[in-house]
């Protein structure tokens, strides 16, 4: 690549931008609002806030195949179909030995010791301890038949009618510790409610999030692409292919700017709501791996899209469809399907990035952005040298 060729096509790109006032108007929003949420937003202790609704899935773990987890299996009802998932709790997924939990998913685990007692642990999501309560009725329902079952095969009497709460978990919290008054028949249960041990989602922090990803997203995708596509409309794409410059330095001047514009603004953002992530060296790479990713999106849609307004609809059209399915996998607890996509992991590497929350297996959904961000990119640039430079 020749330097004087590329840094006229850079030139070009900055000049085509500054008179794109819309473009720059929105940008300026976007920092004024960061700026404002900085200066005047509540503590992040204040501006805490629980999930509205309680939980939408919950597991039933237990570490052994036992007539109680066999009769829960077989009388889940239909109203919770599809919601109460069975696992063991070996195949749960763990990290540094921790069980890891989706947002808005609880769990109530089963363990029984060979001649012990019964272990009930009901974790419950988002600091909301009525966020399980349908799932808790179902279960210790079914939990008092499934005993006194079993205490008519064995000719003992039934299960008092105390064990467990009937129709609310509340009973439960004047309880404790349950045994059956009859003896043999139910064995000793021993009964814990934690909450998960996740921080509550904070509005600041997940905003700030949301606002960064934005900026990347409407630089690499939203201008690169219509403005490409003025180009073309214009034919000055066209006469950028026809002179000394080549596919590659044009590819390559857009590949410097408008990434480099995106992680400045949201820098900026970042920057107003914590400053010292910008010393972070997590948070730098960050926005490299998404901006690579939301680069090779744009790319795509700037070599797909004819005009204008078929980038504009492309670029959008493409946000909401994988905001729909990331939010249908998510609740359908589908998780190989978001893995596939740079927006599941670029929230979460920037969410702990801007909180200061940097775990081991942040750095995985990193290297997974990376990754994506690689195979975008060369779909796009293979995609812009056969067909996105013309008219």
Same mark, same amino acid.
């Given at each position: 690549?020749?330097?004087?060729?590329?840094?006229?096509?850079?030139?070009?790109?900055?000049?085509?931008?500054?008179?794109?006032?819309?473009?720059?108007?929105?940008?300026?929003?976007?920092?004024?609002?960061?700026?404002?949420?900085?200066?005047?937003?509540?503590?992040?202790?204040?501006?805490?806030?629980?999930?509205?609704?309680?939980?939408?899935?919950?597991?039933?773990?237990?570490?052994?195949?036992?007539?109680?987890?066999?009769?829960?299996?077989?009388?889940?009802?239909?109203?919770?179909?599809?919601?109460?998932?069975?696992?063991?709790?070996?195949?749960?997924?763990?990290?540094?030995?921790?069980?890891?939990?989706?947002?808005?998913?609880?769990?109530?685990? %089963? @363990?029984?010791? +060979? =001649?012990? *007692? !019964?272990?009930?642990? $009901?974790?419950?999501?988002?600091?909301?301890?009525?966020?399980?309560?349908?799932?808790?009725?179902?279960?210790?329902?079914?939990?008092?038949?499934?005993?006194?079952?079993?205490?008519?095969?064995?000719?003992?009497?039934?299960?008092?009618?105390?064990?467990?709460?009937?129709?609310?978990?509340?009973?439960?919290?004047?309880?404790?510790? %349950? @045994?059956?008054? +009859? =003896?043999? *028949? !139910?064995?000793?249960? $021993?009964?814990?409610?934690k909450g998960l041990g996740g921080a509550v989602l904070d509005v600041r922090a997940a905003v700030a999030t949301g606002m960064v990803a934005f900026a990347l997203y409407f630089a690499c995708v939203y201008l690169l692409a219509t403005l490409t596509c003025e180009e073309r409309e214009r034919g000055l794409l066209l006469a950028q292919a026809l002179s000394p410059a080549s596919t590659t330095e044009i590819i390559a001047a857009k590949a410097l700017f408008y990434p480099a514009l995106g992680i400045g603004l949201a820098a900026v953002v970042a920057?107003?709501?914590?400053?010292?992530?910008?010393?972070?060296?997590?948070?730098?790479?960050?926005?490299?791996?998404?901006?690579?990713?939301?680069?090779?999106?744009?790319?795509?849609?700037?070599?797909?899209?004819?005009?204008?307004?078929?980038?504009?609809?492309?670029?959008?059209?493409?946000?909401?469809?994988?905001?729909?399915?990331?939010?249908?996998?998510?609740?359908?607890?589908?998780?190989?399907?978001?893995?596939?996509?740079?927006?599941?992991?670029?929230?979460?590497?920037?969410?702990?990035?801007?909180?200061?929350?940097?775990?081991?297996?942040?750095?995985?959904?990193?290297?997974?952005?990376?990754?994506?961000?690689?195979?975008?990119?060369?779909?796009?640039?293979?995609?812009?040298?056969?067909?996105?430079?013309?008219?």
């Open positions: 690549m020749r330097p004087h060729i590329l840094a006229a096509l850079l030139r070009k790109e900055w000049d085509r931008h500054l008179a794109n006032r819309g473009g720059v108007a929105l940008g300026l929003l976007l920092v004024a609002a960061a700026v404002l949420m900085g200066a005047f937003a509540p503590d992040e202790a204040a501006g805490s806030v629980g999930r509205v609704g309680g939980a939408h899935h919950c597991f039933v773990e237990y570490d052994a195949e036992t007539p109680l987890v066999a009769h829960l299996a077989r009388n889940v009802p239909p109203e919770l179909a599809g919601q109460v998932v069975f696992r063991r709790l070996a195949d749960a997924d763990a990290v540094d030995g921790l069980i890891v939990y989706d947002p808005g998913v609880g769990s109530i685990q %089963l @363990r029984q010791p +060979a =001649g012990g *007692a !019964v272990r009930v642990s $009901v974790w419950y999501p988002d600091g909301d301890p009525a966020a399980l309560a349908r799932f808790e009725g179902w279960f210790w329902r079914e939990s008092r038949r499934a005993f006194g079952e079993q205490a008519r095969r064995d000719g003992a009497s039934a299960p008092d009618p105390a064990f467990g709460p009937d129709d609310s978990w509340l009973v439960l919290e004047a309880h404790g510790r %349950l @045994r059956d008054r +009859a =003896g043999s *028949a !139910v064995p000793e249960l $021993v009964v814990d409610r920057g107003a709501y914590r400053p010292d992530v910008l010393a972070e060296p997590f948070f730098w790479l960050s926005l490299a791996a998404v901006g690579g990713g939301f680069l090779g999106v744009g790319l795509t849609v700037a070599a797909l899209a004819r005009t204008q307004r078929a980038a504009f609809l492309g670029a959008m059209g493409y946000l909401l469809a994988v905001s729909l399915v990331l939010l249908g996998c998510t609740t359908g607890g589908v998780r190989w399907v978001p893995a596939l996509a740079v927006e599941y992991h670029g929230p979460r590497v920037l969410h702990a990035a801007l909180t200061g929350s940097v775990a081991e297996d942040h750095w995985g959904h990193l290297l997974a952005a990376a990754g994506l961000a690689a195979g975008w990119l060369a779909l796009a640039g293979w995609l812009f040298r056969r067909v996105g430079w013309q008219a």
